[in-house]
C-alpha cells in the first residue's frame, strides 16, 4: 500500500477510496482474480463502483509494476491479475481444479544463467508455468478407479 501511495503522489495523482479498496481487495485474495472476481467482492462493499474502475485501476497498477498479468491455459482466454509482486515467481497450474500454486527454485536461476552464456541475451525477468494434476485431483483420482 505505502508503495502504491508514494507512486500516486509522484504523479501528481490521488488515492481515492476506490483505488484503495480495489488494491487492498486484490492483496487479500489468495488467487490470482480476474478484474470480475475483484469486482464481485469490491462491489458488495462499494455499490456504486463500475467494472470499468476496476479495470481501468488494475490497469494503472500493473503500469507501476505493482501487479502482473497472467494468462493461464484455460477453456476461456481469461486475464488474471497477480498482485504477488515485486519477488519473481512461477505457477503450477492444475489442469483438473483449475488451481494455481506459486513457487519459486533455484534450478530456474541456472537456467537463466545458462541461457544467458548459450546465447549471450540478457535475461530481465523469467515466468514459467507448468500444468498437471495437484495432489488432491491425484488423490482424486486413485480413489475413483
Partial sequence: MREMIARLHSQGGRLTSQRRLIFEVLQEMDSHP??????A?????????????????????EQEGLVSTRHFQEKRRTERFDSSHPAE????????????????????????????LDTGVRVERASIELYGLCADCQAQSKGGL
Wanted: with cysteine; charged share 20%.
Fill in 34 to 39: 480476474t478484474a470480475e472476481e475483484v469486482y
Fill in 41 to 61: 467482492i469490491v462491489n458488495q462493499q462499494a455499490p456504486n463502483l463500475h467494472l470499468s474502475t476496476v479495470y481501468r485501476t488494475l490497469r494503472w497498477l
Fill in 89 to 116: 515467481h512461477h505457477h503450477f497450474v492444475c489442469t483438473a481444479c483449475q488451481r494455481v500454486i506459486e513457487f519459486n527454485s533455484p534450478y530456474i536461476d541456472h537456467i537463466k544463467e545458462e541461457f544467458t
